[in-house]
């Protein structure tokens, strides 16, 4: 407490920014995982494309703009989740502490 004002979690943007994080990186896990189940590796280059063009979109976007509904972190955590499977260190999403 400082001041006579109690602390609190962090919400508004910070807290939109980590969640939209979080969605990004679980959505792309579970959708490579998805296609690995059904027979379908992507490539070192459709990966590495994968990274280019999320950076790129959210680069651009950084400011704030929504891209298709989407949050531009969304995009930050989708090309940090591409980067992990191309190092092959991918984590299980379908865990409760990856959900939050």
């Given amino acids: 407490m400082l001041d006579g004002i109690p602390e609190q979690a962090p919400t508004g943007l910070a807290t939109d920014d980590e969640h939209a994080y979080h ?42 703009k929504f891209i298709s509904g989407r949050h531009p972190e969304w995009l930050h955590g989708r090309a940090d989740a591409l980067r992990a499977a191309l190092r092959g260190e991918a984590l299980d999403v379908d865990s409760d502490e990856s959900r939050g």
Avoid: C, F, K, N
């Avoid at 990186?25 to 690995?36: G, V």
């Fill in 23 to 64: 969605d990004g990186y679980a959505r792309t896990i579970r959708e490579l995982d998805w296609a690995r189940r059904h027979g379908w590796v992507p490539t070192e280059r459709q990966i590495v494309l994968g990274i280019s063009q999320a950076m790129r979109v959210y680069s651009a976007a950084r400011g704030g």
